[in-house]
């Protein structure tokens, strides 16, 4: 079947149903009750279209690449991959997903895997280089130049950026720690990673309104001097969850005789006793905006479009306590 014969069937025009078909009802104000009437010559057929054919006579592959750097089955990813499809679906576009094992060589042949595919856009979720700059971001920049690229996860200086402060959340959790009384802190992650925003905020902040703080990788080191502090930051709420698990092995108290706060505010918290308090980030709408955005950058190549940052609030719970 092709385009003339579902035109045909449905009363309208051929470029009215490719139109239809690549995604541009509302570009060109095509009306719901004609969109219904071709959608129905398609499903009657089940026409597919040949991806192939359409991209040699559009140059799109109606393709967004997603490169993130690990952990899909997490939550985390799984809320971010569903918002950005929620906001291509509608405009005919489909992701295509790969992830780069926390590794640059992986990440390259990621991206290069994606450019010969002939992507339209890429939503990348970029590796921390020491030296500043990944392969993968060098070849973005050098052979990907005209196709838009959109940074998720952290603030990227050439491309714009969709991502949570994770500054701001580790300050807050000081400020929290702080404002319930405590000066001796415990930070529990990846503190010697450069990515580890939320860390080097939580420290600097802590120490820098008269408390102090240690850090620990993992959270039987931390529980071997569990009586040096009074609360512990935790990376994230998989650190926490497993702080939690171990603490109540060594009969330690939450919040009575350790507090803490988690990170991401994830599902699984609510069953949890007491429940955490952690740094509601957002997940979805980072997706969403992202997926938005892509499809205006795609509709305006000429524009500059600006980033988004969303900025973490604490959740409500019973882990934390205040003291004298």
Known sequence: M???D???????????????INGHSKKYKISEKTCQKIEAVIRKY??????YARAMQTHQTFLIGLIIPGDVNR????????????????????????????????????????????????????LVSDRGITPAEEFLLNQCGHK??????????KFPSVYNDE????????????????????????????????????????????GEASVFEHADEALEHAGDFTCVFCYSDYFLLDFYVKAGRRGLRIPDDISVI???????????????????????????????MMMRMLSEPEYKFAGRKFIPELSGGGSVRSIS
Not at 6 to 19: K, L
Not at 263 to 292: C, H, R, W
Request: net charge negative.
């Open 2 to 4: 092709k385009i003339s």
């Open 6 to 20: 579902i035109a045909r069937e449905a009363g309208v025009s051929n470029s009215t149903v490719s139109f239809y």
């Open 46 to 51: 089940n026409f597919v279209p040949n991806i």
């Open 75 to 126: 939550s985390y990813w799984i809320d971010v991959i569903s918002g950005a499809e929620e906001a291509l679906f509608p405009h005919k576009y489909h992701l295509l997903l790969s992830v780069s094992h926390f590794n640059q060589a992986d990440e390259l042949e990621t991206v290069k895997f994606m450019h010969s595919k002939g992507v339209d856009g890429y939503l990348y979720a970029p």
């Open 148 to 157: 838009p690229v959109i940074c998720l996860g952290r603030e990227h200086s």
């Open 167 to 210: 500054r701001a959340g580790g300050e807050a959790a000081a400020r929290c720690f702080l404002e319930h009384g405590h000066r001796r802190a415990a930070y529990l992650g990846h503190y010697q990673e450069k990515y580890d925003l939320r860390g080097k905020a939580f420290c600097e902040y802590f120490r820098g309104n008269g």
């Open 262 to 292: 988690g990170y991401d505010y994830m599902s699984f918290l609510e069953f949890l006793q007491p429940q955490p308090v952690s740094l509601i980030t957002t997940k979805k709408e980072i997706g969403n905006f992202a997926g938005d």
